[in-house]
């Protein structure tokens, strides 16, 4: 009886630790999927391209590994030009798109 009850309790303990990591990994990814660079609107205004590069080098995936550029285009959108690089990490492959406004560069 004693026995099972430790089983049932180990059990229980084992899938809260589990859940808990799967909501943390969870709320890493989304956070990263905000924030600046995320989207159009809340695209990095830069001035150099090579800002653009060096933001890349800079960036860091949720697993906390690098990510290089795997694919880049333009935008334009309400008489702004826009740059988007998409990313991908070094370790766990998981793509993400980045957003510059380079609109004072062409000025
Ligand atoms: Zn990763």
Do not use: K, N
Not at 37 to 51: M, P, Q
Not at 55 to 67: E, F, M, S
């Amino acid at each position: 009886m004693a026995t099972a009850l430790l089983f049932a309790t180990v059990v229980l303990v084992t899938a809260v630790v589990w859940a808990g990591r799967g909501i943390g990994r969870r709320r890493a990814r989304a956070a990263i999927r905000r924030g600046p660079g995320a989207s159009l609107a809340e695209a990095i205004a830069v001035s150099s391209f090579d800002t653009i590069d060096e933001t890349i080098a800079a960036r860091r995936c949720h697993c906390g590994a690098g990510v290089h550029a795997v694919g880049e285009g333009a935008r334009d959108l309400d008489g702004r030009r826009f740059r988007y690089a998409r990313v991908e990490c070094d370790a766990c492959e998981d793509e993400q798109v980045l957003y510059f406004d380079v609109t004072t560069i062409f000025h």
